[in-house]
């Protein structure tokens, strides 16, 4: 399972299709390659679409469906995958911070796993050797150079084998790859808990495709919401029925005292300061875990379409 060599399948399909998916692509002066899918370019839903089945390595379906939320029926992002470990965590999981200067980002994509520095991947067990890497970042200016360099020395490769992608918040790709988190964030949650990732076998996850924000501050806002109090996960796993008695409840946005409150408003009561904010309040609004072994089910949670609705019209 090469989770470089699967998203470079992806790109592949993307540089067939840049006109299409209105996307650019330029090559950095001691860099590599950099696709823009919403800086300096419109981008779109294909695009985002693209950025958010890298960020899994290849090893999710990504579409949009129609699904209730509240009274009514609105768009969502669907993500399902028999690799969910590998696809969200090794891969999906927004975990290298990327500095150089004046520029920032958080690093996602299989690029993480060549890297393989990160507390989680010492829970995981996920690591690989790439000749060539690719990521995403989410940020609002085109990465420089020594964001390459940075990058190409965490991987063991050259600077001109990395392949970035990049997209705002406020727009329409970012939007859309970001609330394709919400199986990754139930996993987060869980690896964070103590929980036998290894017992989860498949995933699904849903979460509502907010408007697109005036900035990038009130999209991450909305983004946020999307996934703490309207993203719906099942997971499929095997074993004991017990363990998931235990951790199920502590699972969902709602184990948080935080919970209730749009994300912008907390985000305010902490001064704009992300690590203020309750780290158990990082999660999906409703979690079913299906245990194939005994085929029970247990659901914790649930979606707060009132809450969502106050995000998305802010």
Request: charged residues 20%; proline residues 6%; hydrophobic residues 45%.
């Amino acid at each position: 399972m090469q989770l470089n060599d699967n998203a470079q399948i992806i790109i592949d399909h993307m540089l067939e299709s840049f006109s299409a998916i209105r996307a650019g692509l330029t090559w950095v002066d001691g860099g590599g390659r950099l696709i823009d899918c919403g800086v300096e370019t419109l981008g779109g839903f294909a695009a985002g679409l693209d950025l958010a089945r890298i960020c899994l390595a290849g090893l999710g379906e990504v579409t949009i469906v129609p699904a209730s939320l509240g009274d009514s029926v609105v768009p969502h992002v669907q993500v399902t995958t028999d690799a969910p470990v590998a696809a969200c965590l090794a891969s999906q999981y927004a975990g290298w911070a990327l500095k150089h200067e004046k520029f920032f980002a958080m690093g996602s994509g299989p690029m993480r796993a060549a890297a393989g520095r990160e507390p989680i991947f010492e829970k995981i067990g996920l690591r690989e050797h790439a000749t060539d890497v690719v990521g995403v970042l989410e940020g609002r200016k085109l990465p420089p150079a020594g964001i390459f360099v940075k990058i190409a020395e965490g991987c063991g490769v050259e600077p001109a084998n990395v392949t970035l992608l990049i997209a705002p918040t406020a727009s329409v790709a970012g939007g859309i790859q970001i609330v394709a988190r919400s199986v990754e964030t139930a996993l987060h949650k869980l690896a964070e808990l103590g929980f036998d990732l290894n017992r989860i076998v498949a995933a699904h996850g849903i979460a509502p495709i907010p408007p697109v924000a005036s900035n990038d501050l009130a999209a991450i806002g909305r983004t946020n919401d999307a996934i703490l109090y309207g993203a719906r996960v099942r997971l499929l796993l095997r074993g004991d029925d017990a363990a998931i008695e235990e951790f199920g409840p502590k699972t969902p946005s709602c184990a948080s005292p935080d919970h209730g409150e749009p994300f912008s408003v907390l985000f305010e009561r902490y001064d704009r300061d992300f690590y203020k904010v309750d780290p158990l309040l990082s999660s999906r609004a409703a979690v079913t875990f299906e245990n194939i072994d005994t085929g029970k089910s247990f659901t914790y949670g649930e979606v707060e379409p009132a809450i969502v609705a106050r995000s998305f019209r802010s």
